[in-house]
Nanobody, 115 residues
């Protein structure tokens, strides 16, 4: 499984971005997927997760109500809609795909929110 994130960039506080994570390879083996982020000097943290069918989602308290995770199985793509962005959302955002045997990670996309 290969994962490629896109959609990051520089945005002002209060703005929006939509991240995408395109999966390729053995996509049939993917179960749950998730978005993580890592800010400079901090540990990587879970932002949001979504079940294999997309029917169940979960969010960290810091993004609940502002971010929305979704996935399009037909396109093998997961999304993260980020609204009302804050400077503390600045980080490299990574997507993760969970299979029975391994977890796969993308290379990350930078999100920078200016105040």
């Amino acid at each position: 499984v290969q994962l490629v994130e896109s959609g990051g960039g520089l945005v002002q506080a209060g703005g929006s971005l939509r991240l995408s994570c395109a999966a390729s390879g053995s996509t049939f083996s993917i179960n749950a997927m998730a978005w993580y982020r890592q800010a400079p000097g901090k540990q990587r943290e879970l932002v949001a997760g979504i079940s294999s069918g997309g029917g169940s989602t979960d969010y960290s308290d810091s993004v609940k109500g502002r971010f929305t995770i979704s996935r399009d199985s037909a396109k093998n793509t997961m999304y993260l809609q980020m609204n009302s962005l804050k400077p503390e959302d600045t980080a490299v955002y990574y997507c993760k795909a969970v299979t029975r045997r391994f977890d796969y990670w993308g290379q990350g996309t930078q999100v920078t929110v200016s105040s």
